[in-house]
């Protein structure tokens, strides 16, 4: 037999969706939008088999006749590629052809292309355009980055009839590219990006860690603007600009909210809604694309938003005050959430909508579509998303995705039940058929797997398996040092996964490990003495008749070692940090410290400079989660705050007795003498 090897592959396809005007007049005598069950997918008017997986797509907006439409699509593969609508000369049917691709990116590869956005707010498409036209691409990556892209055409595309033959007039090139997003030091997906209009300098990201930035692209050493988890309780998902209105734009995050910001004041957004899921996708209602619409000359819809709300389907989402919205209102904001409404809600995807859009026929044929997808159960529908059966009412599907050759999967999970040599683990049935003709492949299909909702088991070790899985997600991995790399690629041999080369498998260091060990053993050791230090000075302070007494920390406390074989400063900010924490007192060194071996402290109740200062001097050094010597750490760290206490009366709370002393016997009423 030959060998198998796994792919990760992509697909577009180009689906026609056309309408017979169909109006239903309003109470009012005027038509209304509408639509009608006649809206279907059809069969795909082509297919374009892509490298990777496709993960975000935008078509140019304002071609107004004088450009080619184009398409650019956000790759797992970390590039981008742009393709053309044309028109086949032989049937006048519609084609996808390739017209350029971003250069490979420099690091190894395992970063994926997360979005996109095409800064439609330049006017390249005018009469006088030059013969060789630059365009503009925003986009975000899985390692934290952000990059810009220059996009040329030559002046053969300025046309629908255009053929394959112009692909070697196009270039899309990276002309910038910084680290935008990080959490705890490590890289922040970055889910989203896009232009401002208004402001042709000035791009937005949005990631994992909770925060929506705002970029002058002159300088990307640091942003211009952050909104971070004062506002953001989840990850910024979609930013989306207004078409028509300068400044105007929305964010949705994992948080369920969608939210409404002007660029110019960043303090608070204008407004919000919960839309009852994680906010995937937003869009502007394609009438804000038409500037006489937001300017008043015409009933618009300047604040109607189309959001894929993930678990919660899809939501129609207006903003009447948009509609009256000035450059001038920035001040005063759009009066709170009070005049946001929710249309219609459409319920009948069974896994998360990530993806929606509308479809539009223009003003003159008066109908329109809303059109949304889900990624586990592979569905799309057509649906009506002005609510004419009354606002907020889940509609019904004018039409699914029968046509498009996806299995209809109702009765099957979306996940699968694994034992892994008695490891249990549940994994997403769209990742194991990623790879159909692996034995994990084989095992889910509906020739071996006739009960979907039973375990499967599988004799192998279960703790190598939660790597394989991570193998299979990302197409790299780090192995830690002790999983050795030959032991790794014969499970995958197993597994029936191709290892595409050590390239893509790399092995933590022994010796970095070590050192990590060995850095958290030595900061766990330094909390563990701080901490019993602290406990010494407490019980001096609260014994010695003085007012300041004189500690000295001899041989005879259980320490890891002499407070002198720390860096000194940092250990006296953590022994500052317990005693103000918990007891209201600071410790200060004293000149017989220099002159003796024992450790020599004077105690005396905090300064208010100190008091404040508290949580930085207890987390200078972090504390260790597991080990014997962090679980005291941990423990003095659950106990309750403390204020100076008045020393006259108080007895030693016996929590804190952590010398080992015997027992007094006192009842709680005895005071300390």
């Given amino acids: 037999m030959g060998e198998s090897k796994s792919t990760r592959s992509g697909e577009l396809q180009l689906y026609m969706v056309s309408s017979t005007t169909s109006n239903r007049p309003s109470s009012d005598g005027d038509d209304v939008l509408s639509n009608r069950s006649h809206l279907k997918f059809g069969a795909a008017a082509c297919k374009v088999e892509m490298e990777s997986g496709v993960l975000d797509g935008k078509w140019r907006r304002r071609i107004n006749g004088k450009l080619t439409p184009i398409f650019a699509s956000a790759c797992a593969s970390g590039r981008i590629h742009l393709h053309a609508l044309t028109k086949a000369s032989a049937d006048n049917s519609y084609e996808l052809f390739h017209r350029a691709s971003s250069e490979p990116p420099s690091d190894d590869g395992s970063a994926l292309c997360l979005?996109?956005?095409?800064?439609?707010?330049?006017?390249?498409?005018?009469?006088?355009?030059?013969h060789d036209t630059v365009d503009q691409i925003v986009s975000s990556y899985s390692n934290g980055s952000v990059a810009l892209h220059e996009v040329s055409y030559t002046q053969a595309e300025h046309s629908l009839n255009a053929n394959s033959d112009t692909e070697k007039g196009s270039t899309i090139e990276e002309t910038n590219r910084w680290d935008a997003h990080s959490m705890f030091g490590c890289p922040s997906e970055v889910w989203t990006c896009s232009f401002v209009r208004g402001d042709d300098n000035v791009v937005m990201s949005g990631a994992d860690d909770c925060s929506l930035k705002i970029w002058d692209v002159r300088n990307t050493q640091r942003p211009s603007h952050k909104v971070g988890d004062s506002e953001f309780e989840a990850g910024v998902t979609a930013i989306s600009s207004h078409p028509s209105l300068d400044h105007i734009f929305a964010v949705?995050?994992?948080?369920?909210?969608?939210?409404?910001?002007?660029?110019?004041?960043?303090?608070?957004?204008?407004?919000?809604?919960?839309?009852?899921?994680?906010?995937?996708?937003?869009?502007?209602?394609?009438?804000?694309?038409?500037?006489?619409?937001?300017?008043?000359?015409?009933?618009?819809?300047?604040?109607?938003?189309?959001?894929?709300?993930?678990?919660?389907g899809c939501r129609v989402v207006n903003i009447p005050q948009l509609n009256e919205y000035r450059n001038e209102d920035v001040d005063d904001g759009l009066r709170g959430?009070?005049?946001?409404?929710?249309l219609n809600e459409f319920t009948a995807h069974q896994s998360m909508a990530y993806g929606a859009d509308w479809v539009w026929f223009g003003r003159q044929d008066k109908s329109e579509a809303a059109g949304s997808c889900s990624f586990y159960d592979r569905h799309a529908f057509l649906w009506d998303p002005n609510g004419h059966s009354g606002p907020k009412r889940a509609q019904q599907p004018l039409m699914d995705d029968t046509a498009m050759d996806n299995d209809a999967i109702d009765s099957v999970p979306e996940t699968v039940k694994l034992n892994v040599g008695g490891k249990q683990f549940e994994v997403s049935r769209c990742l194991i058929k990623q790879y159909p003709d692996s034995m994990l492949g084989r095992l889910v299909s509906e020739t071996w797997q006739s009960a979907p909702t039973k375990t499967i088991f599988i004799d192998r070790d279960g703790d190598i398996f939660a790597h394989v899985l991570n193998f299979m997600r990302y197409g790299s991995i780090e192995l830690p040092f002790t999983i050795p790399q030959s032991m790794f690629v014969r499970e995958l041999d197993f597994y029936g996964i191709s290892s595409t080369g050590d390239m893509f498998i790399k092995q933590e260091s022994s010796i970095e490990t070590m050192k990590a060990l060995r850095q958290n053993i030595h900061n766990a050791e330094l909390h563990h003495d701080m901490l019993l230090v602290a406990a010494t000075c407490y019980h001096q302070y609260m014994s010695a008749s003085s007012k300041n007494p004189i500690v000295h920390i001899t041989d005879n406390i259980d320490l890891k070692h002499s407070p002198f074989h720390y860096h000194f400063p940092t250990a006296m900010n953590i022994l500052n940090?317990?005693?103000?924490?918990?007891?209201?007192?600071?410790?200060?060194?004293?000149?017989?410290?220099?002159?003796?071996?024992?450790?020599?402290?004077?105690?005396?109740?905090?300064?208010?400079?100190?008091?404040n200062d508290v949580n930085v001097l207890v987390e200078t050094v972090p504390s260790p989660s597991e080990s014997t010597i962090g679980n005291t750490v941990n423990y003095v760290f659950g106990m309750p705050s403390r204020s100076a206490p008045a020393r006259e009366g108080r007895r030693i709370d016996p929590r804190w007795d952590l010398l080992g002393r015997e027992e007094t016997g006192r009842d709680e009423g005895e005071q300390h003498s």
């Fill in 115 to 130: 979005a996109l956005a095409w800064n439609d707010y330049l006017d390249v498409n005018t009469e006088d355009a030059p």
């Fill in 577 to 611: 940090g317990y005693l103000v924490k918990f007891h209201g007192l600071e410790a200060v060194t004293t000149q017989e410290s220099l002159f003796s071996s024992d450790f020599v402290v004077e105690v005396k109740e905090a300064s208010p400079d100190l008091r």
């Fill in 337 to 342: 959430d009070a005049g946001v409404e929710i």
């Fill in 252 to 312: 949705g995050s994992y948080d369920e909210y969608a939210r409404i910001y002007d660029h110019r004041k960043m303090s608070k957004p204008l407004s919000k809604v919960n839309v009852g899921g994680g906010v995937w996708r937003i869009k502007w209602h394609p009438t804000c694309w038409d500037s006489s619409v937001v300017a008043g000359t015409v009933n618009g819809d300047a604040g109607k938003l189309l959001v894929a709300a993930m678990h919660a």
